[in-house]
């Protein structure tokens, strides 16, 4: 008597093509907070408050004020104020990016609105209309006035 044939059952996800890995952009806090998405297919309206790091590749139309660093891939838009640990510009932001400790400007990102920083990096081919105020951090402005009287 023969054995009856038993078919194999398909390998999960084996259809699936596998996801392409990208190089998570440098960080300065901890490794351990997570990164939140927008992607570049999504229009959002609201504001973004909390704790942790936010990629921005889609629009984005309201405040952000997150205790993490903010992204800006080139291509996104982000119309609102900015207060972040840290902002990385390489799409375009339309308001002003305040009391964030790092700013960096990359080649294809815009600024139109005022900055202030503590330090600010700016790459060739970035463009900014407004005013930039940068290096002025809490530690130079609580310093005493020195006295010339003797």
């Not at 600024?111 to 463009?127: E, F, H, I, M, Y």
Request: proline share 5%.
């Amino acid at each position: 008597m023969a054995e009856p044939a038993f078919e194999t059952e398909p390998e999960p996800f084996a259809d699936v093509p596998a996801m392409t890995s990208f190089a998570p952009p440098r960080r300065l806090g901890s490794s351990d907070v997570r990164e939140s998405v927008i992607s570049s297919d999504i229009t959002i309206e609201g504001k973004i408050e909390g704790t942790g790091h936010v990629r921005l590749a889609g629009r984005f139309k309201g405040d952000v004020h997150i205790q993490g660093d903010l992204t800006i891939d080139a291509g996104a838009k982000l119309t609102g104020g900015v207060r972040a640990n840290s902002v990385v510009v390489g799409g375009e932001v339309e308001g002003n990016i305040e009391s964030a400790s790092r700013v960096e400007l990359l080649s294809t990102g815009i600024l139109n609105g005022d900055l202030k920083a503590g330090t600010l990096t700016v790459a060739a081919g970035s463009r900014m209309r407004g005013r930039a105020e940068f290096g002025w951090g809490e530690e130079l402005q609580l310093k005493p006035a020195r006295s010339n009287v003797s």
